[in-house]
């Protein structure tokens, strides 16, 4: 309302509209007190001004602003913005120049939707404010945007191929330990997420004030990969741990063979080792006499078959075929004695092999529990986030 622009319309034939140029009336200098573009003079359209008979003074121009605001995204990419837009008078006080709302919120009805941002919430409030400098009160009329970052570009393309990721890097668990590619695929999987986490870099917002919940997601799954490349170290060195010879100790045996086996539904089938040093029956191979045989008649008075008897010592032959048959009989002694060697120490290193297979699944199960727990604390918070976080000061 300009109390300097009304008119009689009787007076002036029943004229009670007119339309001028902006530039012709008296216009207020209200500024955007947030605006962060200095240096250019905001953007507007030239339009007439419409006005009434009774000093109202429509002017529907079109303006272009830019404005700072202040955002917090703890949340990304599930963050809520509350932006706030500060119009008032630079120089003239509210008893000069006082501004009102005739609406309670804002319109929205010529918004044209965004494919990045969602607007929640559109309202404005009158603010009078004095200021130390000036007795004065001054209004202000304070617009505030609130705005939703529409989340499902980022869940599939960067919270989806990092789950992917974590995903395969815990296959290496599953991997057998013979197969010699599990630090390989853990290493691969590592570079892969580093090399990723650089690419979406560019895109998560440069601040400082807090860290994106995707940036501490990436940050979790990486240490994750990192830390089952470095727990398959430690199951390949348990695998192997068999092969010098060191026997698996009872009470890792109990715990890990009788209980967590058993509660991640793994068989564990392990022959008993025979003790080191364990003296071996030789099987009756060959036998050689080193005693008479009782004397016997066969009823008719002859001497008895020579068959079984010592063997004539004093013959050459002899001797050389018992030097042999000693010599063999030793020899398959050793041979007993080192498969007997052999078998025990394949049952140590199918001991420590086993092990190492019921650790191996011992952290899948954990790993992909962490990578579900981590997944959710992603996920629920950000879905049930619905409020503003940020406040424009």
Known sequence: MDNMLTWNPRKYGGI??????????????????DN????????SVSTNVIVSANGNVTWLSMWIFKSSCSMDVRYFPFDVQNCSMNFASWTFDAY?????NFAKDGDLSNYVNSSEFEIVEFSFERHVVVFTCCPEPYVFMTYTLVFQRKPLF?????????????????????????SGEKLSMGITTLLSMTVFLMIVAERLPPVSD??????????????????STALNV?????????????????CLKRVFFGIIAKMLFLKIDLPVAPEEGMEQVPSPRYIVYDSEPPPATNGSGSMPSRLGH??????????????????????????????????RRDVINLEWQQLALVIDRLLLVLFVVVVICSTLSLLVPGSEYSHPVAENE
């Open 36 to 43: 962060a573009d200095v240096g250019t003079a905001q953007s």
């Open 16 to 33: 009670e509209v007119i339309r001028l140029p902006y530039n012709q009336i008296w216009l207020p200098d209200i500024l955007l007190y």
């Open 310 to 343: 010592k063997p004539d010592m004093e013959d050459p032959s002899q001797k050389e075929f018992v030097r042999i048959l000693h010599r063999v009989n030793k020899t398959i002694d050793k041979n007993d004695q080192r498969m007997a060697e052999q078998d």
């Open 234 to 250: 430690f199951t390949l060195n348990v695998h192997h741990k068999g092969l010098r010879g060191h026997k698996v100790p009872y």
């Open 210 to 227: 807090n860290v994106p919940l995707i940036g501490l997601y990436y940050g979790m799954s990486i240490a994750l990969i990192s830390l």
């Open 96 to 100: 000069r120049v006082d501004i009102r």
């Open 154 to 178: 980022y869940l599939f393309n960067m919270v989806m191929p990092c789950i992917l990721i974590t995903l395969v890097a815990l296959l290496g668990f599953y991997m057998p330990n013979d």
